[in-house]
């Protein structure tokens, strides 16, 4: 019966996604020095370490590539993952923003990732790490900087981000959430998160609607549900900077602003970017990607990226 009702909830939300998708205009002639190369596989970058898994004709483990062909130096590397619920989404919705990334001299890589409720937050979160190494391995042969890796993260893509950034970056919870993939030498350096869904397992409807959604009996490690409160210390304790983009008509504002808050009292290196305009919607730079705030937001995510690559805003 809750497997029917998860089901049921999931196509709903997925029937919504496939007419705003429907609706997205295709972009063309903006961006003529950006090459994008569609769906690659996760095993198939220059430079894999791996050979054909039984994977690799899912396009849930597939990524675009963006990248300026006429940038001659390494470029630090942004790696997209977008939102949709943890149940919808697409990575080619989030185009228009990463033809943006690359414009600004970044290597960019948009990744798709398995979702609920044919798969467990376990599996999302393992396919997305899966997905991080294989790019950092594969960055030098693509003219990116493995010392320099950032992730942004839309909605329940902030989700990910935030957890696969602390699992990365902390061996302990690595071993703790059973993570297969080799991870030494990774680290993420910064975030950028946008209208984020943080907190999936709080008292209000959100928290409601995702225990029951993401922490059933069906998961394969448990302590991804010990570890479900983001302001977990050894959460917390293992993110880098990280920048955050709201607005006033985005209904997950008050986990952003809450969740940067925990943040910076754990001392880590924040900026809330709150823009007070209730025209500007959830996830505005994504879906209001004609917004002059839209590239305000994406101008100011670079330049936070550019200050960790090139100085430590900690120091």
């Not at 950006?34 to 370490?49: E, K, M, R, T, W």
């Not at 062909?69 to 185009?95: A, C, D, W, Y």
């Not at 001392?267 to 879906?287: R, S």
Request: aromatic residues 12%.
């Amino acid at each position: 019966m809750i497997q029917a009702i998860k089901r049921f909830l999931c196509d709903q939300e997925r029937k919504k996604f496939k007419e705003q998708e429907a609706q997205r205009p295709v972009i063309t002639g903006r961006y003529p020095n950006i090459f994008q190369i569609p769906c690659v596989h996760y095993n198939y970058l220059a430079g894999s370490p791996d050979g054909i898994s039984p994977k690799t004709y899912d396009p849930d483990y597939r990524m675009d590539v963006f990248f300026d062909n006429t940038v001659q130096v390494r470029v630090p590397i942004i790696i997209s993952i977008h939102g949709g619920g943890l149940m919808t989404g697409s990575k080619e919705f989030n185009q228009a923003m990463c033809l943006e990334f690359a414009r600004k001299q970044f290597l960019v890589f948009a990744i798709e990732y398995p979702k609920i409720p044919e798969h467990t937050i376990d599996e999302m979160l393992e396919a997305v790490i899966s997905a991080i190494k294989m790019i950092v391995y594969s960055a030098p042969h693509l003219g990116g900087d493995p010392e320099n890796v950032f992730l942004v993260g839309d909605s329940a893509g902030a989700f990910l981000a935030v957890y696969a950034t602390a699992i990365i970056n902390n061996a302990k919870l690595a071993e703790e959430f059973g993570t297969q993939a080799d991870l030494s030498g990774l680290y993420i350096k910064g975030l950028g998160l946008i209208s984020g869904l943080f907190y999936t397992a709080s008292r209000d409807r959100y928290g409601l609607f995702y225990k029951a959604m993401l922490y059933g009996k069906d998961m394969k490690n448990a302590m991804v549900r010990k570890y479900r409160n983001p302001e977990s210390p050894e959460i917390i304790d293992s993110l880098p900077p990280c920048i955050f983009i709201t607005s006033e008509g985005d209904f997950l504002k008050k986990q952003s602003v809450s969740f940067c808050k925990a943040l910076q009292q754990k001392g880590v290196y924040v900026l809330l970017n709150d823009y007070l305009d209730a025209t500007l919607v959830h996830d505005f730079p994504v879906f209001q990607d004609d917004r002059k705030e839209s590239g305000d937001a994406i101008r100011k995510i670079c330049s936070f990226f550019w200050d960790c690559a090139e100085n430590n805003p900690m120091e």
